[in-house]
Structure formats: structure tokens, C-alpha cells
């Protein structure tokens, strides 16, 4: 293995704190790219990944989140850029694929030098009229599943350590 992609997959941690400003166009294109080449069943490629920077939007995803958790806080932690994972008809294994696209995500934010934070609830939120709502307006179809979403921009906190790895996490038989 490169040493580049272990010292990504060892170092790569949540962030939680996030700077106002919207990260560059590039930077999203490098990380969204780097989502399209996760593994899928059968190569199906049957996910769709929507970018969510529009100020309104950002907030009306981060109100839904919000409401499905139960809290009066921003579940995406202020991140200026809010990605979205939805598996679609043709998935060999779903709920397997969004996840596969969205650790490519966040390790390819890492190196490209973001913040990230994987958010749950996805699923919930889009099973809502409110959810079916936002696809409608997106002009995507409302039988997409929602599988996982990504707080990403530029990092206003520390990174955080590594905790150390459990002695039993390997079993060799």
C-alpha cells in the first residue's frame, strides 16, 4: 500500500467545527470524484451523490436532519457544504454502496485537505414529504433511498488524535 493512503486512512478524523467560508469549486469536484470510484455491487454504480451548497437549501437539509434527531442544534456542525448519498433501483447491495461512496468521501476531504463529518439520518429524512419535497425541487426521482450524508468544509478546530486501536480488533485463524 502507498504510504499516502495509509497515513489518510490511520489520520482521517470527524470534524465537528467548521469555518463560514464555502470551500472551493475544485476541492468539492476532487472529493465528489473520488465518491464515483467507491466499490458497488456488481459495479452498478447505482448511487447518486448531490452536492448541497445553496445557503437555503443547506439549512432547509440541516432543519430536516434536525427534526428526525429530535434536537434544536445543526447536525452538520455548520459545514458550508452538505453532501448527500442516495442509492438507487439497481443497487446489487443496498445499503452497502452509499456507504462505500461516502468513506471515498471522506477520505479523499482528508487529503484534499477538508474537514468532514459523517452524518446519519439520511434514510429518515428523505422518507418524509418534506424529504420527497426537496428531491421533487432537485428535479431527482422520489424513489431515491437515502443512505448517508457528509458535513464538509475547512476545518476551525484542531484535528482530532487517533484513539488507540483495541488489541483484539484483528483475529487471524
Known sequence: MKM???????????IRKFKA???????LNAVLEAGTFAPTGH???????????????RNRVSALNASILGADMDPYYGAPTIVL????????????????VTTNIVNAAYAAGLGSCWIHRCKQ???????????????LP???RGSCSVALGYADCEQPQPKPRKEDYIVRV
Request: hydrophobic content about 35%; charged content about 35%.
Open 142 to 144: 422520489e424513489d431515491l
Open 21 to 27: 467560508e464555502q470551500i472551493k469549486d475544485d476541492e
Open 43 to 57: 459495479g452498478s454504480q447505482a448511487v447518486k451523490i448531490v452536492a448541497v451548497q445553496s445557503p437555503e437549501y
Open 85 to 100: 448519498i442516495f442509492e438507487t433501483e439497481g443497487s446489487y447491495t443496498p445499503g452497502f454502496d452509499g456507504p462505500a
Open 125 to 139: 429524512m428523505f422518507e418524509t414529504e418534506e424529504g420527497k419535497a426537496l428531491l421533487k425541487e432537485w428535479g
Open 4 to 14: 499516502e493512503a495509509m497515513e489518510v486512512l490511520k489520520n482521517r478524523r470527524a
